[in-house]
């Protein structure tokens, strides 16, 4: 099967620093990848680029065999790309059930209806329900957005990109600023989605127990370029990655 | 939440159709029933106004241009083609309000925030020396008089009705719209604008959307009130005009589903009693605004619902 995601030779630059460089890769139909790299790495530009938020200097992404590169972000995610934000991203007045509920009524167009109340549209409402259930969100569903706990509301935003039914989802940073537990939660969730939901997935990450654990294939970013690509495996041995990434105390 | 959410829209409607609905019914003087109907009016605009600012978060200082545009167009008909032409000035002042607001709003959407605002002022003050300066077309700083509703529509009370009819049938819209899977996209775009993109939506397209509604919505106020003054005067395409719905929506709660009307009856009430006793209504109208925007920021209704769910959960203390 042909890849979902191929991004050819991506190049971009703020002024005169490279932020993303030569960057290749293809992200397989079902994966479960990691992205992985210090502070400044580039990874969340990468982001940005792959869903239309800035434009690469140069390179293409294709996306289902259709070429994305210059499309607008809402372009992009009506032909299936979902993403969730590292810094959460929700709509803090309105319910739960309506962050999600407003994610459906995207995906089944009919965010444009002017008369008829949100709660009549049965198979957005039920929808809503379902990925907060498996959220474990449910309870919930009625309260306002800001109320719930920050770990509570990343996964609402996940929620939020769930309600696409995306066929590429991309997560940034999923357990940043998690306490241990929260995370590990968090990791078996996405794990539970992504069999649930059949999910191409592609997370950035720095909780390194997240992203051995769980990713079939990890991508180490540095200085913008991709430094090495495999399995949790073959990353962990790779003396380059060690040297520029994860230190000698991961030996 | 969805079912209070009801509730509270439900004593609004009881109150709004049986204070308005009766009041021609006991005894009230054509001056009274002038002043309800000014109400009416300007809630409705301040509820359109609201629309934009409150719900979707453009602040618009130029809504004043479709509220003169929707009067000039019933008060020109009348003018050069008779009585008669009443109600299709109406027609025309809802049709040209969609035209311009399609053509005004492309332009100006591309802009956020204080930039938007300050289009807005630009495009309704172009419109204001228009018609003050074009003295045969638009009758200029004399304005236009002698502009009186046709048939049985003459007649004040029916006249009343009518616009008590018009405006129940807009604030009804209104309120499905808010309900509605626009108005909740509407609401997500003020409150997260990237996150609408990322959601697969645009929020220009959005924005334009609910400029146009708006901008119809107060041509029809406009319109109405032609009927109801039996003149019209270039003040109501004035930046006054455009700032007296936003005080009227601020000092009711911007964030309270019928809070502009509420804003709009009360200061209409204020103007009228205090203007009877001082010329200085307008110094009063401040204060009351410094007061409430210090203090009591989430305006009348808002303040009035926070209070009394404090009243609430202190009873239950008690009880507990």
Not at chain 1, 46 to 71: M, V
Not at chain 1, 188 to 208: G, P, R, V, Y
Not at chain 2, 50 to 79: D, E, I, P
Not at chain 2, 303 to 317: D, I, K
Request: proline share 3%; hydrophobic share 45%.
């Amino acid at each position: 099967m042909d890849p979902v995601l191929i991004l050819d030779g991506l190049e971009k630059a703020f002024g005169g620093l490279q932020v993303t460089s030569a960057m290749s890769f293809s992200v397989e139909q079902g994966q479960l990848s990691a992205i992985i790299g210090p502070n400044g790495a580039g990874k969340t530009t990468l982001f940005n680029q792959i869903t239309g938020y800035l434009k690469p200097d140069r390179g293409r992404i294709t996306f289902y065999g259709e070429e994305i590169t210059g499309l607008t972000t809402e372009q992009i995610v009506a032909r299936g790309m979902g993403r969730a934000f590292q810094i959460t991203s929700i709509f803090p007045e309105e319910t739960v059930l309506d962050n999600v509920r407003v994610a459906c009524l995207s995906r089944l167009n009919q965010t444009r209806r002017p008369l008829k109340a949100v709660s009549n549209f049965k198979e957005a409402t039920d929808k809503a329900y379902a990925i907060l259930e498996s959220l474990g969100l449910k309870n919930h569903s009625d309260r306002l957005a800001f109320e719930l706990a920050h770990g509570d509301q990343k996964l609402l935003d996940i929620g939020m990109a769930l309600g696409l039914e995306p066929k590429l989802l991309l997560l940034d940073e999923p357990t940043s600023g998690m306490s241990p537990e929260e995370r590990q939660l968090t990791r078996d969730l996405i794990k539970k989605l992504w069999k649930e939901f059949n999910l191409t997935m592609m997370f950035i990450e720095h909780d390194m127990d997240t992203v051995f654990g769980i990713a079939q294939v990890v991508r180490v970013l540095h200085q913008g370029r991709l430094l090495a690509e495999g399995t949790p495996d073959e990353i962990h041995n790779n003396p380059e990655v060690i040297s520029a990434y994860l230190g000698e105390d991961l030996q | 939440m969805a079912d209070t959410g009801r509730y509270k829209d439900l004593t609004f409607w009881v109150l709004l159709l049986l204070i308005f609905g009766l009041l021609p019914l006991v005894k009230t003087s054509s001056y009274q029933l002038m002043l309800a109907n000014h109400i009416l009016i300007w809630g409705m605009f301040a509820l359109a106004f609201n629309m934009l600012f409150g719900v979707t978060g453009m602040l618009s200082f130029g809504q004043a241009l479709y509220y003169g545009l929707g009067a000039y167009s019933v008060g020109m008909m009348v003018k050069y083609l008779g009585q008669s032409w009443f109600l299709p000035g109406i027609g025309l002042g809802l049709l040209l309000a969609a035209l311009l607001s399609v053509l005004v709003g492309l332009l100006i959407i591309r802009v956020s925030g204080v930039f938007f605002t300050v289009l807005t002022l630009a495009f309704g003050q172009l419109a204001w020396q228009i018609t003050f300066r074009w003295y045969h077309f638009t009758g200029g700083d004399d304005g236009i008089q002698g502009i009186i509703p046709p048939g049985i529509l003459s007649d004040r009370t029916v006249y009343y009705y009518f616009t008590f009819a018009v405006v129940v049938m807009s604030i009804w819209f209104m309120r499905r719209l808010a309900r509605s899977p626009l108005g909740l996209t509407l609401r997500c775009i003020r409150q997260n604008p990237e996150r609408v993109h990322f959601l697969g939506r645009s929020v220009r397209l959005n924005q334009l959307g609910i400029y146009m509604i708006s901008s119809i919505l107060s041509a029809l106020a406009g319109s109405l009130m032609a009927g109801v003054d039996y003149s019209i005067h270039t003040n109501m395409l004035y930046w006054t005009t455009s700032g007296e719905v936003i005080l009227m929506s601020v000092l009711g709660g911007i964030g309270q589903s019928f809070g502009p009307f509420i804003g709009a009856a009360v200061i209409i009430i204020i103007e009228d009693v205090v203007g009877a006793r001082t010329e200085y209504w307008s110094l009063i109208i401040g204060i009351i605004m410094m007061v409430m925007v210090i203090l009591f920021p989430r305006g009348l209704v808002g303040e009035f619902r926070a209070l009394r769910s404090r009243l609430r959960s202190l009873t239950v203390q008690k009880r507990g």
